[in-house]
């Protein structure tokens, strides 16, 4: 089963995301911070995609960058914040949690992560 990272600060996004992806067979994380993620991967859980909210503080974050320019990436950024990062997709806001989901799951279907 694959994992996916949720890192969000916004708890909606992050909890429908990850809700959905577990109804789906996926094994969702939902983290508020890139140092979150750090944890979770020092612990040995890598994530075949991630969902990150495109927001400073965490597309910012250096180990937040290191981890999108090496592991599939769907971006949800704001038409009027603009993060210039390295994602497989980029969503912009307002955006749908089966929207987020179906775009995970053809990264996961194309193989693009493993």
């Not at 990272?5 to 996004?13: E, G, N, S």
């Not at 969503?91 to 992560?113: C, D």
């Amino acid at each position: 089963m694959p994992t996916v990272f949720v890192i969000a600060r916004d708890w909606a996004l992050r909890a429908g995301v990850r809700a959905e992806l577990r109804e789906q067979g996926i094994d969702a994380l939902g983290m508020d911070s890139p140092d979150q993620a750090g944890q979770a991967i020092a612990a040995g859980q890598m994530p075949a995609a991630l969902v990150i909210e495109a927001i400073a503080e965490i597309a910012g974050h250096p180990g937040a960058k290191a981890l999108i320019e090496r592991v599939p990436t769907v971006l949800i950024a704001s038409r009027t914040e603009t993060i210039p990062l390295p994602a497989a997709r980029v969503l912009y806001r307002p955006v749908r949690v089966g929207e987020i989901v179906r775009s995970i799951q053809e990264l996961l279907r194309r193989g693009q992560a493993v």
